[in-house]
């Protein structure tokens, strides 16, 4: 239906707002200033981010009818209770090294869930959307997400700078602030319990 249309386009802004720019932001200051590792260790967390990624997209068409719009919502709060993790690996910054593998696995099984969740949301919307509106909604989709990111980049970077000294603080504002995004995410996907297609 179209109501659902808006709050969910907010959902998936919301996500590039508090989830992806926490990542793209707060990890590299975690793992080069905080924690004083090398360029070299960060290199592998953002090739874990990238993979997670590709690994979410490939699970939806791997479980394909067993992934379910009606809980979807899941793989959301899964992706933002990896921040949860990244952010209790880093409240002792005694073994930085114990640290960053916390944040390695937390960044990769993150965003492989946040892969699975924006696939899902997007075929979700594709599904609801009015044929003629479809290639305008998927522009706007696009346009607004595009323009949530460096946003939520500035946000991030000021809260790094007032928080430096405790950065999980950050971490677990992000997650507190997700957690809107899967309660809405969660009602409005049960309106369609249709499951995906092989």
């Known amino acids: 239906s179209r109501s659902v249309l808006l709050p969910l386009l907010a959902v998936v802004a919301g ?29 592998y967390v953002e090739a874990a981010m990238g993979l997670g990624t590709i ?6 068409g791997i479980l394909g ?7 979807s919502a899941r793989w959301l709060f899964l992706s933002a209770l990896s921040l949860c993790f990244i952010a209790l ?16 696995l937390s960044a990769l099984f993150g965003m492989a869930c946040a892969g699975l969740f924006s696939v899902l949301a997007q075929t979700f919307l594709q599904r609801v959307t009015p044929t003629p509106l479809l290639g305008k ?3 706007f989709v696009t346009a607004v997400s595009t323009c949530a990111m460096p946003l939520g980049q500035g946000l991030y970077g000021i809260m790094l700078e ?13 997650f507190a602030a997700c957690l809107p995004l899967v309660l809405l995410a969660s009602r409005l996907l049960r309106a ?7």
Do not use: E, H
Not at 24 to 41: E, F, M, N
Not at 55 to 60: I, K, P, V, Y
């Open 15 to 43: 996500v590039n707002l508090f989830l992806s720019s926490c990542y793209v932001v707060g990890l590299p200051y975690l793992v080069k200033i905080y924690l004083g590792l090398s360029s070299q260790l960060y290199s």
């Open 55 to 60: 690994l979410g997209a490939l699970l939806t």
């Open 65 to 71: 009818q067993r992934l379910s719009f009606a809980r």
């Open 89 to 104: 690996s880093v409240l002792s910054p005694a073994a930085p090294l114990l640290s960053w593998g916390v944040i390695l």
């Open 137 to 139: 909604m998927s522009a």
């Open 162 to 174: 007032w928080f430096s000294a405790a950065p999980w603080v950050v971490f677990c504002f992000a």
């Open 192 to 198: 369609d319990r249709q499951q995906l297609p092989a």
